[in-house]
């Protein structure tokens, strides 16, 4: 089992830069590849980024391409969603996810979301 937990959101001006962290419990952590998601009001929960175990790969959706970066620290059982340059469609309940069986799968773990609202 894991545990996820999320927290850096909040509101920003759009142009501004927030970070997300996601805490994890749990004795497998290094071994996961973790990733973020969101989702806006009236739409889909929707990939935003994730990293392979290791920090060796990293992927992103296009919308956040050269804006955001995705980043993990094993020893903190931490990773983190660096995100720049924000813009109003930025603003989403942004969830952090443990992928137990590759990033190709759906996750199989997911935080309680954390509210990021970016304000034009």
């Known amino acids: 089992q894991m545990q996820l937990v999320e927290s850096g959101g909040g509101l920003v001006q759009a142009g501004g830069s927030l970070r997300l962290s996601c805490a994890a419990s749990g004795r497998t952590f290094i071994a996961y590849p973790m990733g973020w998601f969101r989702q806006a009001p009236g739409k889909e929960r929707e990939f935003v980024a994730a990293?392979?175990?290791?920090?060796?790969?990293?992927r992103y959706a296009d919308a956040v391409k050269g804006r955001f970066t995705i980043s993990r620290n094993d020893a903190l059982k931490t990773h983190y969603l660096q995100m720049n340059s924000l813009k109003p469609e930025d603003t989403a309940v942004y969830y952090c996810?443990?992928?137990?069986?590759?990033?190709?799968?759906?996750?199989?773990?997911w935080g309680q979301g954390t509210q990021v609202t970016v304000s034009s």
């Open positions: 990293i392979s175990a290791l920090s060796s790969n990293t």
């Open positions: 996810a443990a992928y137990s069986a590759g990033w190709h799968t759906s996750p199989d773990y």
